[in-house]
């Protein structure tokens, strides 16, 4: 009787070949066929689009919303002129440098957050530039600046720097107290505090900060090159509109989603990558 109950324990500790089976990792078919299953709804949307330019359209509105085949012939002819790649390159390089000097958030967040008396001071100031829309500061940069990269990355800077700061703050305040009291009680010296646990434990904050600016950055950068610069992403949809090429005005705007999709996701991967501990990172 033992025997038969341990025969029929160990049975049922056993589990069926189903659910191991269910528990191993899809295979790349069935991942690549999982990855395309997401691509259904835009290439039904380029079909009607397709259709709707080539059959629905007359020959004069069909010069304003050209097909995506149209588009694509016309990405072609800028990536083997160079011109594509050459105002994309200036576009991120901007987007880079932008993000270099606002990068600065973070150790202003920190202070503004630790010390009473730094917030104090800043917070007023910080608060009365904050809604100004970076946009409403592009008249006034090119009187300082004139029209060039100097102005692109000033706007650009004003639009990264605030998520990051806010951020930073939100994340720093929202530290355990008991973890502060704790090193202080072991005798940690308050740069160590400052290095090992507020920076450590807001850095998932901060990472979405800078996910969030590099987004609006993105924004305020295209925007500003529409009226303030002489290459770019932005400057090349504003040539090709005074031209009426509005196939090559959609490959700049296709662009710009893309490049702005992939920061999006290199942000994600390092979240992933640097933080695992954390609850906010999805999967």
């Known amino acids: 009787m033992v025997q038969q109950a341990s025969r029929k324990t160990v049975r049922a500790a056993t589990p069926p070949q189903e659910a191991l089976a269910?528990?191993?990792?899809?295979?790349?078919?069935?991942?690549?066929a999982r990855?395309?299953?997401?691509?259904?709804?835009?290439?039904?949307?380029l079909g009607v689009w397709e259709y709707v330019s080539r059959v629905v359209l007359s020959d004069t509105t069909r010069t304003l919303l050209p097909p995506p085949s149209a588009?694509?012939?016309?990405?072609l002819e800028l990536i083997k002129s160079g011109e594509l790649w050459q105002n994309l390159r200036d576009s991120v390089r901007r987007e880079l440098m932008a993000f270099a000097w606002a990068t600065i958030a973070i150790p202003i967040g920190i202070a503004m957050s630790w010390w009473p008396w730094v917030e104090e001071q800043l917070d007023p100031v910080f608060e009365i530039l904050r809604p100004v829309p970076p946009l409403a500061w592009i008249p006034l940069s090119i009187l300082w600046f004139g029209i060039g990269d100097t102005q692109n990355v000033f706007i650009i800077?004003?639009?990264?720097?605030f998520p990051i700061l806010l951020n930073t703050i939100t994340g720093v305040k929202g530290i355990e107290p008991n973890l502060i009291r704790a090193a202080r009680c072991l005798g940690a010296p308050e740069w160590k505090i400052l290095w090992r646990?507020?920076?450590?434990?807001?850095?998932?904050?901060?990472?979405?900060?800078?996910?969030?600016?590099?987004?609006?950055?993105?924004?305020?950068?295209?925007?500003?090159e529409l009226v303030g610069a002489i290459s770019g992403l932005g400057f090349m949809?504003?040539?090709?509109?005074?031209?009426?090429?509005?196939?090559?005005?959609?490959v700049g705007m296709a662009t710009i989603g893309l490049v702005g999709f992939v920061m999006d996701r290199v942000i994600r991967v390092a979240m992933r990558r640097w933080l695992p501990w954390s609850r906010s990172v999805g999967r």
Do not use: E
Not at 35 to 45: F, P, Q
Not at 237 to 250: F, M, S
């Open 35 to 45: 990855r395309l299953r997401r691509l259904i709804l835009l290439v039904l949307l």
């Open 22 to 32: 269910a528990r191993k990792p899809p295979g790349m078919v069935a991942q690549i």
């Open 157 to 161: 800077f004003l639009a990264i720097f």
């Open 71 to 75: 588009v694509a012939r016309a990405a």
């Open 197 to 224: 646990i507020a920076l450590m434990a807001a850095l998932p904050q901060i990472m979405t900060g800078i996910r969030i600016g590099l987004g609006v950055g993105w924004m305020a950068l295209v925007a500003a």
């Open 237 to 250: 949809i504003n040539d090709a509109r005074t031209v009426l090429r509005t196939d090559y005005v959609i």
